[in-house]
Nanobody
Framework: QVQLVESGGGLVQSGGSLRLSCAVSGSRFSIRLMGWYRQAPGKQRELVASITSADTTNYVDSVKGRFTISRDNTKNWLYLQMNSLKPEDTGVYYC?????????WGKGTLVTVSS
């Protein structure tokens, strides 16, 4: 079992920055892939950024150059640094962890970017 708890969301003006954090507990050494997803109002959940166990990262085109996914060496924390935020970045951001057999989700943290 893996438990994920997100924090760091809030209200920010367009052009501002936020750093999301995800506390990872449980069988974290079984995790092979982690990511941040977001769900905007009325839209499907989409992958924003991911990081493999080898620290290979991937980003959706709309956030490349603005967002950075990272984690600490102990693998207890996953981060998403978000810069130059835009109103279209608004949504609930979810932390995700994938093992070979299971997919885990946090409850999400709301990010609102005002224009």
């Amino acid at each position: 079992q893996v438990q994920l708890v997100e924090s760091g969301g809030g209200l920010v003006q367009s052009g501002g920055s936020l750093r999301l954090s995800c506390a990872v507990s449980g069988s974290r050494f079984s995790i092979r892939l982690m990511g941040w997803y977001r769900q905007a109002p009325g839209k499907q959940r989409e992958l924003v950024a991911s990081i493999t166990s080898a620290d290979t990262t991937n980003y959706v085109d709309s956030v490349k150059g603005r967002f950075t996914i990272s984690r600490d060496n102990t693998k207890n924390w996953l981060y998403l640094q978000m810069n130059s935020l835009k109103p279209e970045d608004t949504g609930v951001y979810y932390c995700n962890a994938n093992t070979f057999t299971m997919n885990y989700w946090g409850k999400g943290t709301l990010v609102t970017v005002s224009s």
